[in-house]
Structure formats: C-alpha cells, structure tokens
DNA sequence: TTACCTGCAAACAGTTTGCAGGCCG
DNA sequence: CGGCCTGCAAACTGTTTGCAGGTAA
C-alpha cells in the first residue's frame, strides 16, 4: 500500500477536493510526531512550523484523514479525542497506565480470532474493534510504594 | 455483597455526606433502566417522577455513583457519556452494531486471561479493561441488501 | 476563473460550577 | 442548627460552522 501523503493526495482528488500546504503539514507532524496526539497538542506543534494555521483547519484536516482511513480517532474515553496514523499491516490495541499515562501498543492473534468467534455466534459482521488495558507501570508501581499519597 | 441501594447509602456515609431522594431516585431508574444512558436520557426519565430535579443534580449523582464503584461509564468513543450499573459477578464487554446501535452484552474468559498474560509480559498491574467489537448485525445486513442507499 | 480552502470568531453540545436557599441528621 | 444538597443559570471545554478573502488547478 502507498505511503499516507499519497493516500491523502489520492483521497483528496478523488472527492473534487484540492491539496493545500496546511493538510499536507499535519499529516507530516502526524507521521513525524508517532504519538497519540490531540487536536490542541498538533495545533501546537503545527504552529511552530506555520504560525499562521487556525487550529479550525487542524480539526478539519484530522476529520479528513479519518475520513480517508489514514488515521483513527483512539478508543479512549475522555472528554478529549486523541489520534493516531493508521499502519495497516500492525494493527493494534493499547496498554495504558492510568498513574503516568504512558501508552503501550498491544497486539494478539489469539484475542483477534475469539473476537471474530464471539461476532459469529451473535451473528454479527464483525467491521472493527478496540480494545483498551488499563493498568500501573513497573516504575509507577515503584513510585507509589516509596510515597504516602 | 450488598445491593447498589445500600452500597450508595453506605458510601454516602463514610463520606460524611447525606442521603437525598433525587440520589436514590437516580439509581432507581438506572437499575430499572437496564440501559446504557446518557445523563440527558436519565434525565429526562427521572423527570417525568420528579419533574422538579435538575439535570446538574443528576450529572452529580451519575459521578457520584461512579465514585462508589456502583455505575461506570461506558467505554464507548463518543461525544456523549453512557453510563451502567456494574453488576459485579457479571463483568461484560460490548459488542455494537455501527448500523442500528443495538447492544449485545458479551463476554470471554479466553480474552480475559490473554488479557493478563499481555499486561504481566509488560510488567504492568492490570486494573481494568474495555473491549469493544463493533459490526453489522443480522438485521441491518439484510436491510443493507435491499436498499440502495 | 472557479471552486475549494483558510483563519477568524461566533455558535454549539456536553458538562461543570458558583450561588442562594432548602433539607437531612 | 450546621453543613451538605439542590435548582438555576452562567461558565467552561472541546469541537463545529458561517463568512469573506486567499489559493490551487
């Protein structure tokens, strides 16, 4: 499969759309900074390269990339939606320590398969999934150990 | 252990806060309810049996429940919170059909134990979990087959 | 030149909070 | 009677949208 600026730009003729310097920035921060972004901390990032962006067209750009199945929103619920560039070919679900919030990126076959058994059986085409793990981090698990919180 | 009713009293409690009968009103309904609602559906059922309450008291109870452990909000990316009771012995994931929004309450104990053998391979202490499968069930599928949409 | 795209600010939706009065214990 | 609880409305936060001007093709 084509790299993602390809995608975007295939995406973006394909709809009557036209490219721009702004989407094109926010899909290299996107691909640059391989984290699970928010809107507010790419518009930040954006800015430091192109001060001139709104963070309207950040928000825009995101829809559109998920729209174009180049990225996803992640399945975490908070008040605040986070984003990640989809690699296809490394599907995964996530690890998240809830006292430091590092992420981890999770992968099992074993789950994958009883996921699509469980869709059959309620008859259901399965379309996709996400699977969140919460838990504490060896170094977390330390840190509250030595302190009296 | 004890139900939602006496736990939330017993919470209540030990918190050195008071009993009121918009609190209890609301976890009526959410255990009759059987649902996953939204604070605005709680709201306005509980209104149509105290028709006075109002919806900041019930976003303060939803929190308050889930505080004490007795409703959790469900793990479902979207702009707006759903919540349920947490019925202990009965732990469930979700399995939703993307077409008519129809629930099925799912659970594996396959997923659950790769779940713990993923988390111990990171070192991490595993708390929580949310699993989400998201398809088309049998219904929506055939409906798809006849329109042209 | 013709749409589409952008930045801005206003609009929105869901949720939270400050306040004055009410009620539990 | 003191302190928590409530309803109301205003405030907040994250996100979307209308508009006038800018820009790709």
Redesign the pocket.
């Known amino acids: 499969m084509k790299p993602p600026v390809d995608r975007l730009n295939n995406h973006?003729k394909e709809h009557?759309?036209?490219?721009?310097?702004?989407?094109n920035l926010v899909l290299e921060i996107m691909l640059r900074d391989k984290k699970h972004l928010?809107?507010?901390e790419l518009y930040e990032t954006v800015k430091a390269e192109?001060p001139?962006?709104?963070?309207?067209?950040?928000?825009?750009?995101?829809?559109l990339l998920c729209d174009a199945n180049i990225a996803r929103e992640l399945p975490i619920t908070q008040?605040?939606?986070r984003y990640e560039i989809i690699s296809e070919r490394d599907h995964h679900d996530h690890l998240i320590c809830t006292s430091c919030g590092r992420f981890v990126e999770i992968s099992s076959d074993q789950i994958e398969q009883e996921q699509i058994r469980i869709a059959k059986k309620h008859e259901f085409t399965l379309t996709d999934h996400s699977l969140v793990l919460y838990g504490i981090c060896k170094d977390c698990r330390k840190k509250e150990k030595g302190t009296t919180v």
Do not use: F, H, L, P
């Open positions: 973006v009557g759309m036209k490219t721009s310097t702004q989407r928010t809107v507010e192109n001139d962006i709104g963070i309207a067209t950040v928000y825009r750009t995101v829809r008040q605040v939606s």
